[in-house]
């Protein structure tokens, strides 16, 4: 049975349960209030009232019945319009629900429902539409992901497709044309496992082993590796001295984090500028910022630059790698309980703050680890 005949139904039910039980209970109650009238009348009406005591109670409880069953089809039939109208609007609610949920299925991902109301049909309508929001910007998301991936691979692509014709056309030779072709599938390998990595990063799949790590231990490291870069640029790389805090982190993913981000400010330093990274303790957490003098990023795209291949002239994710970076490592902050956040001013630089907590969130024994592919 659908809906409105069995919300019609119960409210019919529900009317004729009321009816009757109304007459029994006026039937039951009356008797009092009857006995008492009736003995009123025959005080007034002395010797001559106490013959007619059966006569005037039976016919007063007959008028009673009569009227409540005069007025009964009309009560029950104000009761059944105001049910059907009742019943109506509710399933008209439903109704109106069930169409958007069946073009949300169709991808109409536009589609909202009215929210007027504060009963539960309008919540569930907010929550319909909330659903939708968010499904519209993941299907924008993966039309984006396959227009991005598309065009990084149409360049390497072309490329090999040229070396290929100057060999078979004589223009070039064939062990410079192979290994241009190799090179250029070397790229596309290079997209395939950052791709495989951040969808990884993004679905929370990637192994994280926390522990105890010495704040001071990542930045040494990650001067040690990036000395050499900063000085053949020449940009200086200040790192602060040694300090007794401690972090909870991943240190292989934490590096990767820091490496990234060092890459970006040497990328988008001229020569001349600098890079600090600087230490700041919180209640329990350790901020780590990567200070640059480079260009700066706009404010509308101080956000966006976390988003997957987003690319602006200003952008940090401009120049070489996927663009897929910054994506990886502001989820495996968050992985690690962390964050990573972004402060700019055009023409005075950027600051990138990696927020590391000091203490596990969860039991060692809960936290989830599944393989992933190595950096």
């Known amino acids: 049975m659908r809906l409105f005949p069995r919300l019609l139904l119960n409210h019919l039910t529900v009317i004729g349960v009321m009816g009757t039980v109304l007459l029994l209970a006026a039937e039951l109650a009356a008797h009092p209030f009857i006995q008492h009238h009736v003995d009123q009348m025959v005080t007034l009406l002395g010797s001559s009232g106490a013959a007619l005591r059966g006569d005037l109670n039976a016919g007063m409880r007959a008028t009673l019945t009569r009227a409540l069953f005069s007025a009964l089809p009309l009560a029950l039939l104000v009761a059944a319009v105001t049910a059907w109208i009742a019943a109506r609007r509710v399933t008209a609610s439903v109704r109106t629900l069930q169409a958007g949920s069946a073009a949300l299925a169709s991808g109409e991902y536009v589609r909202r429902l009215p929210e007027d109301g504060r009963d539960e049909l309008a919540e569930l309508a907010r929550s319909f539409n909330t659903l939708a ?60 496992l950052d791709l495989s990595l951040v969808s990884r990063v993004e679905g929370g799949q990637v192994e ?117 970076g910054l994506t990886v490592a502001r989820g495996l902050a968050r992985m ?40």
Do not use: C
């Open 208 to 324: 994280v082993r926390p522990q105890r790590v010495p704040a001071w231990t990542l930045l040494a490291q990650a001067q040690e590796r990036f000395a050499l870069p900063f000085e053949e640029k020449g940009v200086r790389l200040s790192v602060p001295a040694a300090s007794p805090l401690t972090v909870w982190v991943d240190p292989d993913r934490a590096a990767q984090i820091l490496a990234n981000l060092l890459s970006n400010a040497l990328r988008h330093t001229p020569p001349g500028g600098q890079v600090r990274l600087t230490v700041q303790a919180g209640a329990d957490s350790v901020t780590i910022t990567v200070h640059d003098s480079g260009t700066g990023i706009a404010p509308e795209h101080l956000e966006r630059v976390f988003e997957r291949f987003y690319r602006t002239d200003q952008a940090r994710t401009r120049g070489e790698g996927s663009g897929v």
């Open 133 to 192: 929001g968010a499904l519209a910007r993941v299907e924008q998301s993966r039309i984006d992901l396959i227009g991005n991936v598309a065009h990084e691979l149409r360049a390497p692509v072309a490329a090999a497709r040229g070396y290929a014709e100057a060999a078979q056309d004589g223009v070039m030779d064939h062990a410079r044309a192979l290994d241009a072709i190799q090179r250029e599938l070397g790229s596309m390998e290079r997209l395939a």
């Open 336 to 375: 690690m309980g962390g964050d990573l956040t972004l402060t700019s001013t055009p023409g005075q630089g950027s600051a990138f703050q990696l927020t590391l907590p000091t203490s596990p969130a969860l039991p060692a024994a809960e936290v989830a680890t599944v393989s992933a592919a190595s950096r």
